[in-house]
């Protein structure tokens, strides 16, 4: 009997997780769209509230009525002219988790950065993943610039651009069910990445958290082309 009750207990455990995941997931503010996450607001509204992950490279979109617009987060420093087309408009890092106030021309809100959370989706450190490649040899996904590449990756390393990654999906389908160790410079790109082949249905997706930089620290090997 007591094995029984903790069983159904476990399986309870188990399905209020993955339902408050799913539930993350569907509170995600805008869309993820050539690498970025493009973010609608109301210039007319100072309670603008958004959410994104952390590792996410923002960018906003209005309407165009307003025009260009000042935005500033003073907490993190940020400060630039915003235009309605996102395209034209500059991006930001979101690198800490935490609640940031923001201001759009007289409007404004709050920008909550929560950490990515799923069940195929893990971070590794740079010692962690050492033992990764070692032991389970993934496919390894490099998603920064090919300038970058040349400078310093992974032996092995496969690269897809972040802003190149959604248009590039295809060329991975055949790796949705193997094991995928994903970089970039400092943990940022590789963690939108992450979560665009979440999305797509890749099952086993690992992310070096603090990036190639730290990998290189550590003393682990990689490559440079001169």
């Given at each position: 009997?007591?094995?029984?009750?903790?069983?159904?207990?476990?399986?309870?455990?188990?399905?209020?997780?993955?339902?408050?995941?799913?539930?993350?997931?569907?509170?995600?503010?805008?869309?993820?769209?050539?690498?970025?996450?493009?973010?609608?607001?109301?210039?007319?509204?100072?309670?603008?509230?958004?959410?994104?992950?952390?590792?996410?490279?923002?960018?906003?979109?209005?309407?165009?009525?307003?025009?260009?617009?000042?935005?500033?987060?003073?907490?993190?420093?940020?400060?630039?002219?915003?235009?309605?087309?996102?395209?034209?408009?500059?991006?930001?890092?979101?690198?800490?988790?935490?609640?940031?106030?923001?201001?759009?021309?007289?409007?404004?809100?709050?920008?909550?950065?929560?950490?990515?959370?799923?069940?195929n989706y893990t971070e590794v450190t740079a010692d962690e993943a050492a033992d990764l490649l070692k032991n389970l040899h993934?496919?390894?996904?490099?998603?920064?610039?090919?300038?970058?590449?040349?400078?310093?990756?992974?032996?092995?390393?496969?690269?897809?651009?972040?802003?190149?990654?959604?248009?590039?999906?295809?060329?991975?389908?055949?790796?949705?069910?193997?094991?995928?160790?994903?970089?970039?410079?400092?943990?940022?790109?590789?963690?939108?990445a992450s979560r665009i082949l979440a999305d797509r249905g890749f099952k086993r997706i690992y992310n070096l958290r603090y990036?190639?930089?730290?990998?290189?620290?550590?003393?682990?090997?990689?490559?440079?082309e001169k």
């Amino acid at each position: 009997m007591y094995k029984k009750t903790a069983l159904f207990l476990f399986i309870i455990l188990i399905s209020s997780v993955v339902f408050c995941q799913a539930g993350n997931s569907e509170a995600m503010s805008g869309k993820i769209i050539t690498g970025y996450r493009v973010l609608y607001v109301d210039p007319a509204s100072k309670d603008n509230r958004l959410t994104v992950y952390r590792g996410d490279y923002i960018k906003f979109s209005y309407p165009e009525k307003f025009a260009s617009l000042a935005f500033a987060m003073e907490e993190l420093k940020y400060k630039d002219t915003l235009f309605p087309v996102h395209k034209k408009s500059p991006f930001f890092k979101m690198k800490a988790i935490g609640t940031y106030s923001f201001t759009l021309g007289e409007a404004g809100g709050s920008i909550t950065v929560v950490d990515l959370i799923l069940p195929n989706y893990t971070e590794v450190t740079a010692d962690e993943a050492a033992d990764l490649l070692k032991n389970l040899h993934p496919f390894i996904l490099d998603v920064r610039t090919p300038g970058e590449y040349r400078q310093i990756h992974i032996e092995e390393t496969h690269l897809i651009p972040i802003q190149q990654l959604q248009a590039r999906i295809a060329e991975l389908e055949s790796k949705k069910h193997e094991d995928i160790f994903i970089y970039c410079a400092t943990g940022n790109r590789s963690t939108v990445a992450s979560r665009i082949l979440a999305d797509r249905g890749f099952k086993r997706i690992y992310n070096l958290r603090y990036g190639i930089y730290d990998w290189a620290r550590k003393g682990h090997p990689y490559i440079t082309e001169k």
